[in-house]
T-cell receptor, first 113, second 115 residues
Framework: NAGVTQTPKFQVLKTGQSMTLQCAQD?????MSWYRQDPGMGLRLIHY???????DQGEVPNGYNVSRSTTEDFPLRLLSAAPSQTSVYFC????????????FGPGTRLLVL | AQKVTQAQTEISVVEKEDVTLDCVYE???????LFWYKQPPSGELVFLIR??????QNEISGRYSWNFQKSTSSFNFTITASQVVDSAVYFC????????????FGTGTRLQVTL
């Protein structure tokens, strides 16, 4: 199993540009989520999905959009990038059981100029 | 609301010293789950341990041990005989009982182990 994969590893955007961060998992996990990591703030939840076709907002959803058309993929879209979205983005997945462990992808480092 | 506090922003030790990373949490749930993750300089997040709220047994895994105390809402992590490879940022996290419960992270403790 490849686990949780994310592409790209690093991206530079200009303010106002849009882009999609890709996330895929091959473990047949129902639950997937996106976090952003900023210095001194730990990881904060952006959006999550409990299964294909179901998504919901996390703690910091503004400026981001998600969809879950398949179990495997959970892309994160930045609609109009802003410098405040400069961060490291992590995708995670887990089975749908209670208290299960989330496993994280390698992260995408995004710089918005 | 859930909250995780890691008051130690940065700790520096010399190799072979023991070090304890503190984690204090707040939750109104009676069932919850606690986690520790390691983030080495390469940046990935590595799962270390999960503990259920109804299981207060301490756990030891090699040089790592975890002390869970519900009475003080703490879930501390001790590294015995630290090594340079232990240098990383360590995150404590809390998750509620529901299947859609989010994982709430502390702000992390950066551990620097030097020779």
């Amino acid at each position: 199993n490849a686990g949780v994969t994310q592409t790209p590893k690093f991206q530079v955007l200009k303010t106002g540009q849009s882009m999609t961060l890709q996330c895929a998992q091959d473990m047949n996990h129902e639950y997937m989520s996106w976090y952003r990591q900023d210095p001194g703030m730990g990881l904060r939840l952006i959006h999550y999905s409990v299964g294909a076709g179901i998504t919901d907002q996390g703690e910091v959803p503004n400026g981001y959009n998600v969809s879950r058309s398949t179990t495997e993929d959970f892309p994160l879209r930045l609609l109009s990038a802003a410098p405040s979205q400069t961060s490291v983005y992590f995708c995670a997945s887990m089975t749908g059981g209670l208290g299960e462990t989330q496993y994280f992808g390698p992260g995408t480092r995004l710089l918005v100029l | 609301a859930q909250k995780v506090t890691q008051a130690q922003t940065e700790i520096s030790v010399v190799e072979k010293e023991d070090v304890t990373l503190d984690c204090v949490y707040e939750t109104r749930d009676t069932t919850y789950y606690l986690f520790w993750y390691k983030q080495p300089p390469s940046g990935e997040l590595v799962f270390l341990i999960r503990r259920n709220s109804f299981d207060e047994q301490n756990e030891i895994s090699g040089r790592y041990s975890w002390n869970f105390q519900k009475s003080t809402s703490s879930f501390n992590f001790t590294i015995t005989a630290s090594q340079v490879v232990d240098s990383a940022v360590y995150f404590c996290a809390l998750r509620g009982p529901g299947t859609a419960s989010k994982l709430t992270f502390g702000t992390g403790t950066r551990l620097q182990v030097t020779l």
